[in-house]
């Protein structure tokens, strides 16, 4: 695996165990996902395919679990989808890498997903935060973080990422 993407993926998987002080607090009524990977809150584990591409970008695939396995629900995610936010371009990566968990544990395992987003000449990066929800995958209330926004070092990360 090429050092960019070692990279990559230890910032996903920083930014969702950083993220979670930053999410409202849930109600005294919720309880967390059992599944990690239950986006929908139905009990039954739901698939996330990473590649592909929607014009310019990357996205991201969900197949919804049944009691049986995979279903034929599928919902597919990326940067034209309502509520995400961002544009579409050339090189972004959007959906390079991804991971779920109920960060804000509200009983809907949230998504996050990584992007090769330019912050400025010199900084790459970003991960959104894509809430889980009784329909599943949203974008309403969706949030960015960044290395900055996150209280991380570039340095730290093995950064500056050049493109």
Avoid at 43 to 71: A, C, E, I, Q
Wanted: glycine fraction near 12%; aromatic fraction near 6%.
């Amino acid at each position: 695996m090429s050092t960019s993407r070692i990279v990559l993926a230890t910032a996903v998987a920083l930014a969702a165990a950083v993220c979670t002080p930053l999410l409202t607090a849930p109600t005294a009524a919720a309880a967390p996902a059992k599944l990690a990977d239950d986006f929908n809150g139905d009990g039954h584990r739901d698939f996330v395919m990473l590649g592909g591409t929607h014009g310019k970008d990357g996205r991201v695939t969900v197949v919804y679990g049944t009691s049986t396995g995979p279903g034929t629900r599928v919902q597919t995610i990326h940067q034209d989808s309502p509520g995400i936010p961002g544009a579409v371009e050339k090189g972004d990566s959007w959906g390079f890498a991804a991971t779920s968990a109920d960060l804000d544990r509200d009983g809907y395992a949230d998504l996050i997903v990584d992007t090769n987003e330019q912050l400025d000449n010199t900084r790459w990066g970003m991960v959104h935060l894509l809430k889980g929800s009784k329909t599943g995958i949203t974008g309403t209330g969706s949030k960015t973080f960044t290395v900055n926004s996150l209280k991380l070092s570039y340095k730290n990360l093995g950064g500056p990422f050049p493109h």
